[in-house]
């Protein structure tokens, strides 16, 4: 019981019931008298709404009301709020037209929510929706970013001239064009970051119930942000007070970001169970999630670094237009910006940055945050730039990133952000001696022997984690604090009840902040049981996205347990006759010090509940503490990935074939879901580069919306990954930890380009790699 | 309207009044409130509804129900024995860290055991072949391929 928790792989406490199909989904809750909701979706990318006939439908069997724009704006329903505001260029707010629940007269992308039918069934609920007879005027449609703000786009919303959100910029324009001037050398690339469908397995799911009896709302939502789908839904859209709203996000079937957002069903059908009075349930089949789950990414970027003549960087200069769809998602506004810019510096002493982003509306599904939110985008920015400008400037891709590591800690960005401490060369040494990189080359002429290509290519990525400081947060632009919460339980006999603000959909929070607290208590990790996901258990939370819920949430729960052992010192030091100062604490015991006095701690907590003996003067009895954690910093995960594929130049088939990612995610609780978490992170990584590309056609129809057209990679897509840590604490938060979520995705796709762009000899080729590009890539080198 | 469909579920006999047009899948689910099998999709790609019938795994979501008649339908609430000890396919996904959002598990584990039964010492290579009807967002197949390999093992152990 006193072997170190922290740091011990131990297999998972939430494992048994997921193993034993004991879980509860949002799709398995279901009600007493149940009824089933199906929406009405636009066909079209973009329209006018004529007419919308319900009455065929509403005489349907079953059918239990439908309702239409018409009647959520009878009601009063607002529209779906944005959770950051960006100043633009030129010291203006950025554009925020009105993103209703259900259309106003007018669709904007193809799957927008038009009408809901809520029956009996599901099955008559979809026949019905079948019946609703909606006449549409097509107007033209824009799914390119780039083609949005030009000239002559068609308009998507009149509160937004341009089709343009904003322009926003970071960093001295004239300072950076001056460096390049004077470079040595520049290296510019332009290329798309594709746009991703994030595809939880399981789909987003939402069940409204509105009982009358205690005239409240509960609803069960495939959410990773309970408090705040709260917040944003009873302040901003419904109207109604906190109190009388209950949101259970239960067991999550994966996140990646899609499931931090408001969305529009989830308000729909929670509106819906008090019109019917009766709970309303919808889950998203699949083909309903790729038309209206927020997507990733989708950026088309110029980017340009300058250098001395001995690859020393001077300055970098990027351009982006980012694809924020056809409204405004709950975070889509910082994702482009404040995650983006602020991580162009890298591992590197980049001493000035100017970037400059346009956000556009299109006629595609909104754009938010997905698994990195802004960081994979700028680290294929940089990353690929880096070996690019070490090809061409024929230095070894390793050396030109060691001749510019930052390596005196704390460090002060130019693009805004202060990393408290990193170790760079630590983890690409060690990434290279794993990748046996110095065997590449014979390993190239074994490949080159049988007709294939081979190639090596590196990612040194920095993400920001742990969002966020809620001052900085602030003066960016967020229009909420990013704290945690936390507190602790200490039943009578010294069991512990752990309530977190934050939410596991897959991170196995159950069992890491379970060892985090029985670690911290020197108790058996049997004793702890950690309850997230419910507004009416939590006192509040900001949930789990951007690999922030060791660093804040464990923090929070760090601050509570300190209050619990500090409250059990003056209760320890009254039952023991002793000063407060002399008591001391470890490893589950209370002890004057110097002495042979003790108290176990299961027995001052059953002192705090049964108090006999208590010095109520003094104290109350009880134990039981909350704490709420702002961090100071953000935290700073590095690592240094490297990639060999080999590739083959008759069918343009890419084979990866060893895959090293060492990182450094500071202290590390458990190693066994941290390796998880990178191998999960890589493969949505290496999918994004190698199989998964969202596209819409010119007329805004989805061309890849199933699992039969949109490629999320399947086992043999991916390797077995050779993966490790280097462990560089974080300096602000008691734990020393950093967040590891995200890594993978944030680092694998600039490495996985780097090597197959080396593979194949040219600059560069579009995400993703598939035969066919590749193929093409092979053809216009030849003919170049 | 309906018709009656008559099975055997985890070794109970089942049989209820459904739609002609209801899945097996939607009958597991929903008739007999037996969660633990899954719908990840509607193309029949990723494998989450995976079920034994007759021994075999099959996706249930591309089946009518009323194609099971007379069936003898395992899920994954059949699965571990009947004091709650998981089966050894099971315990090695818990093992390997196998499972992280735990959606696709079920099928996981289902397909994994039938897998199992004729490769009692697979390949990496033979093991991510026949994962290419069950799709996961979570784990990189990584740990799946290695719960695998250890519950085929520990399978032909016991028998």
């Not at chain 1, 997905?370 to 690929?384: M, Q």
């Not at chain 1, 890849?704 to 974080?730: H, K, L």
């Not at chain 2, 097996?24 to 037996?34: D, G, N, S, W, Y």
Request: some cysteine; aromatic content about 8%; glycine content about 10%.
């Amino acid at each position: 019981m006193n072997a170190p928790l922290i740091g011990a792989r131990i297999a998972r406490k939430e494992d048994y019931r997921f193993l034993t199909g004991a879980g509860q989904y949002t799709d398995d809750v279901t009600l007493p008298n149940q009824a089933y909701a199906a929406f009405v979706r636009s066909p079209h990318a973009h329209a006018n709404i004529k007419s919308a006939s319900v009455e065929k439908a509403k005489k349907a069997p079953g059918v239990l009301g439908v309702f239409t724009g018409a009647d959520v704006a009878a009601a009063k329903l607002g529209g779906l709020p944005c959770g950051w505001l960006i100043t633009d260029v030129n010291g203006q707010p950025m554009k925020e037209p009105p993103y209703p629940v259900l259309a106003q007269g007018k669709v904007r992308f193809v799957g927008e929510r038009v009408a809901v039918v809520v029956a009996e069934t599901l099955a008559q609920a979809r026949d019905a929706a079948e019946m609703v007879d909606v006449k549409y005027d097509e107007l033209p449609a824009v799914v390119d970013g780039r083609k949005a703000i030009a000239k002559g786009a068609p308009q998507i919303h009149e509160a937004a001239p341009n089709n343009t959100c904003y322009v926003w910029a970071l960093g001295d324009k004239a300072a950076v064009d001056a460096a390049f001037a004077k470079a040595a050398h520049v290296t510019k690339l332009e290329f798309v970051n594709n746009r991703l469908v994030p595809n939880a397995m399981e789909p987003r799911a939402a069940n409204g119930y509105y009982s009358r009896a205690e005239d409240s709302y509960t609803l069960y939502v495939a959410n990773q942000n309970p408090h705040v789908e709260r917040l944003l839904m009873t302040a901003f859209v419904m109207g109604l007070p906190e109190h009388k709203v209950r949101v259970v996000a239960p067991d999550v079937g994966g996140g990646f970001g899609s499931k931090i957002y408001l969305y529009a069903e989830d308000v729909v059908v929670t509106w819906a169970s008090k019109q019917l009075n009766r709970p309303v349930k919808w889950t998203a089949d699949r083909s309903e999630a790729y038309l209206s789950d927020a997507h990733g990414r989708d950026h088309a970027t110029v980017a340009e670094l300058a250098m001395d003549k001995d690859g020393k960087f001077l300055a970098m200069r990027v351009s982006t237009v980012a694809n924020v769809g056809a409204y405004l998602s709950t975070f889509a506004s910082c994702v482009p910006t404040i995650l983006y810019a602020t991580l162009l510096a890298g591992q590197y002493t980049t001493p000035i940055i100017y970037c400059q982003v346009t956000a556009a509306f299109s006629n595609t599904s909104p754009v938010d945050a997905y698994r990195g939110a802004g960081r994979p985008e700028a680290t294929y920015v940089v990353e690929r730039l880096v070996e690019t400008a070490a090809r061409e400037m024929k230095i070894d891709p390793a050396e030109i990133r060691r001749k510019n590591f930052i390596r005196q800690f704390p460090y002060q960005t130019p693009v805004a952000l202060l990393y408290d401490t990193g170790n760079y060369d630590a983890t690409l040494d060690a990434a290279m001696k794993m990748a046996d990189v110095s065997g590449f080359s014979s390993r190239k002429k074994s490949s080159e022997a049988k007709g294939k290509l081979r190639g090596l290519g590196y990612a040194c990525y920095i993400e920001a984690c742990g969002i966020a400081p809620s001052a900085v947060a602030g003066s960016l632009g967020a229009r909420a604090g990013l704290f945690e919460a936390g507190e602790i339980r200490v039943h009578p006999t010294g069991s512990v009840t752990v309530f977190t603000g934050s939410h596991s959909h897959g991170q196995g929070h159950e069992t890491s902040f379970a060892q985090v607290v029985a670690d911290r208590l020197g108790i058996p990790i049997e004793n702890v049981d950690i309850v997230h996901g419910d507004t009416s258990k939590i006192l509040f939370g900001m949930g789990t996205y951007g690999s922030r819920s060791i660093a804040v949430g464990g923090t929070a729960i760090m601050k509570a347990l300190d209050k619990i052992i500090a409250k059990g010192k003056k209760i320890a030091a009254h039952l023991m006759e002793a000063a407060e100062g002399d008591v001391e604490y470890n490893k589950g015991v209370y002890q004057v010090k110097g002495t042979d006095k003790k108290k176990m701690f299961g027995e001052v907590a059953f002192a705090a509940y049964v108090p006999h003996n208590y010095p109520h003067e003094k104290l109350e009895p009880g134990l039981n503490e909350n704490a709420f954690y702002d961090p100071s910093n953000f935290t700073f995960p590095a690592g240094s990935y490297v990639c060999e594929v080999e590739v083959d130049p008759e069918t343009g088939k890419v084979r990866i074939d060893r895959w090293t990612a060492v990182d450094d995610f500071g202290k590390i609780i458990n190693p066994m879901i941290v390796e998880g978490q990178v191998h999960g992170g890589l493969a949505q990584g290496i999918g994004q580069a190698l199989t998964e590309n969202c596209v819409y056609d010119a007329s805004g129809q989805l061309t890849t919306g199933s699992f039969m057209d949109y490629s999320i990679p399947r086992a043999d897509d991916v390797p077995n990954f050779q993966v490790d840590t280097r462990e560089t604490p974080c300096t602000h938060n008691p734990l020393g930890v950093k967040g590891c979520g995200e890594a993978g995705a944030i680092g694998a796709p600039a490495a996985l380009m780097n090597a197959i762009t080396d593979a194949l000899g040219v600059k560069d080729m579009p995400m993703p790699a598939s035969p066919q590009n590749v193929w093409n890539a092979l053809k216009n080198r030849k003919a170049a | 309207m309906g018709i009656k469909v008559s099975l055997k579920v985890n070794g109970k006999a089942a049989s209820a009044e459904v739609e002609e047009r209801t899945l097996l899948v939607t009958f597991i689910r929903e008739t007999l409130r037996l969660t633990g099998t899954h719908v990840g999709c509607d193309t029949a790609q990723c494998g989450a509804c995976t079920v034994s019938m007759n021994g075999r795994a099959i996706k249930s979501c591309s089946i009518l129900a009323m194609q099971a008649e007379g069936a003898d339908i395992t899920t994954i609430e059949g699965v571990a024995k009947a004091d709650g000890t998981l089966h050894p396919m099971q315990a090695a996904f818990k093992e390997h860290h196998g499972l992280q959002c735990g959606f696709c598990t079920p099928g996981m584990v289902m397909n994994a055991i039938d897998f199992a039964k004729s490769h009692p010492n697979p390949s990496e290579q033979e093991i991510r072949e026949a994962l290419e009807g069950n799709l996961c967002r979570c784990t990189g197949y990584h740990n799946i391929v290695k719960s695998i390999a250890a519950g085929a093992k520990a399978m032909a152990a016991g028998k």
